[in-house]
């Protein structure tokens, strides 16, 4: 039987890395793991129990892969498993200040701008009633 990726939490993460991510798999693991989220190897990427592999995304900032690419790759002792529509998405968080420039996010009222190839992830419960949202 095959390894099949069960679930990966969380499911997103900042765009800039470090998000620890949990992984888990239909059966025990068994050989050295490694995990490649859109082309961007996990760092540490360790088996925390008979199931489950963490690690910590890197920077995707700077790759050439597609803002949009969620590809995601576990190898387990050589195999790879079967990813069956599970993603991790990177993006620029709503709540994250460096999304906005170093300011704090946009508010009621405000005009919200989101450039072409910019992945936002909305990691808020409420954003209040926006005036304008341009997505290019």
């Not at 082309?39 to 990427?45: D, E, K, N, T």
């Amino acid at each position: 039987m095959s390894y099949l990726v069960k679930s990966i939490s969380p499911s997103y993460g900042q765009i800039t890395g470090g998000t620890a991510v949990t992984i888990t798999l239909n059966k025990a693991i068994s050989g050295a793991v490694t995990v490649v989220i859109d082309g961007i190897p996990c760092v540490s990427a360790t088996a925390a129990s008979s199931t489950t592999i963490t690690c910590t995304t890197d920077n995707k900032s700077t790759s050439s892969t597609p803002a949009s690419a969620t590809s995601l790759v576990v190898t387990v002792g050589g195999q790879t498993a079967i990813s069956n529509d599970v993603y991790f998405y990177y993006g620029y968080l709503w709540s994250s200040d460096a999304t906005w420039g170093g300011d704090f996010a946009p508010i009621t009222g405000d005009l919200v701008y989101v450039s072409d190839g910019k992945i936002l992830i909305v990691d808020v419960p409420y954003v209040g009633i926006l005036n304008t949202v341009i997505v290019e």
